[in-house]
C-alpha cells in the first residue's frame, strides 16, 4: 500500500502484477476488509475478495460477474465488468500527460495498436478538442511571445578580449 500499487494476477497469462491505484481504492479497500467475517489477503498467493456466503472461497471471475448481473436487474442497467476497464482504459488515454505506452502496460496489451479499441473519442470531445485548438492557436497569433533583444556585447568584455579600446 506505501507504494500506492494493487497485485493482480493476469486472466491470460496467470502472471502477478503491480498496478496503480487511486488513494481512494485503498479506502475502499480498507472498509471492505473492516467489515465482520471478511476474510482478506495475508500474502501474494492469497486471494483479496472472498464470497460473503459459505462456504467461503475466493472471489472469482463469474462470481463477481453474477453480482454484477444482480445489481444490473435491480438498477435496470446492463455493465459488465469490462466496461470497467473500458472506461479506466478511455480515462487514462484521454489524459494527454499520461503516455500510451504507459497505458499498454497497465492492460496488458502486447502490442500498442490494441489501444485503438478504446481510443475513440465521441464527437462532443472531437469537436471540444477541435475548438480548443482553433482558440489555442488564436490566442498565440493575437498574443505572441515577446521578441528575445539582440545580443550585445559588453565593452569591457570586448576590451579584455581584444585588447585595447574598439576603433
Known amino acids: 500500500m506505501g507504494q500506492q500499487t494493487i497485485g493482480v494476477i493476469r486472466k491470460g497469462s ?3 502484477q503491480e498496478l496503480p491505484a487511486t488513494p481512494d481504492a485503498f479506502v475502499w479497500l480498507r472498509l471492505y476488509r473492516k467489515k465482520p467475517g471478511r476474510r482478506g489477503a495475508r500474502s501474494r498467493k492469497q486471494s483479496l475478495w472472498w464470497t460473503l456466503r459459505r462456504p467461503w472461497r475466493p472471489l472469482e471471475y463469474d ?3 453474477m453480482m454484477f448481473n444482480r ?3 435491480l438498477l435496470g442497467a446492463n455493465w459488465t465488468l469490462h466496461d470497467l476497464r473500458h472506461t479506466a482504459s478511455f480515462l487514462m488515454l484521454d489524459d494527454p500527460a499520461m503516455p500510451p505506452a504507459y497505458v499498454q502496460h497497465i492492460l496488458g496489451h502486447k502490442h500498442l495498436s490494441t489501444l485503438d479499441i478504446y481510443n475513440r473519442p465521441t464527437q462532443g470531445r ?3 478538442g ?3 485548438h482553433h482558440a489555442r492557436q488564436q490566442q498565440q497569433r493575437d498574443n505572441p511571445p515577446p521578441a528575445l533583444p539582440s545580443p550585445t556585447y559588453s565593452p569591457d ?3 579584455v578580449l581584444f585588447g585595447g579600446p574598439l576603433r
Open 14 to 16: 496467470r502472471e502477478y
Open 63 to 65: 462470481a463477481a460477474r
Open 71 to 73: 445489481g444490473n436487474e
Open 126 to 128: 472531437r469537436h471540444r
Open 130 to 132: 477541435g475548438l480548443a
Open 157 to 159: 568584455s570586448l576590451t
